[in-house]
């Protein structure tokens, strides 16, 4: 499986950026999806993830601000930043785990996949 992310940009302290990140390949399930940001100098960090069920969790630092979401028919999901800070510029990237392949005949699991990185660059 492939993931492909996009949505990244520059943006004003204040502003709103939408995430997307769309795996593809045969697949048949993904149990859990979620972004992670890596600033310079820093250790890659968790952000948000999210169950094939809907259930959710936050880095403190970004509850009340980001919502993250999926389309599980469309294997997508989405990270809407809001009130976005100096502080959560970095290098965004989507991940998935728990991944179910459908060859046609047969299910099989593979490893955890991430895609290739979005930059977020709140400034003014």
């Known amino acids: 499986v492939q993931l492909q992310a996009s949505g990244g940009g520059l943006v004003q302290p204040g502003g709103s950026l939408r995430l997307s990140c769309a795996a593809s390949g045969s697949i048949f399930n993904i149990d859990v999806m979620g972004w992670y940001r890596q600033a310079p100098g820093k250790q890659r960090e968790l952000v948000a993830t999210?169950?094939?069920?809907?259930?959710?969790q936050y880095v403190d630092s970004v509850k009340g601000r980001f919502t993250i979401s999926r389309d599980n028919a469309k294997n997508t999901v989405y990270l809407q930043m809001n009130s976005l800070k100096p502080e959560d510029t970095a290098v965004y990237y989507c991940?998935?785990?728990?991944?179910?392949?459908?060859?046609?005949?047969?299910?099989?699991?593979?490893?955890?996949?991430w895609g290739q990185g979005t930059q977020v660059t709140v400034s003014s």
């Open positions: 991940n998935a785990q728990g991944i179910i392949y459908d060859s046609g005949s047969s299910y099989y699991t593979g490893p955890d996949r």
């Open positions: 999210i169950t094939n069920g809907g259930s959710t």
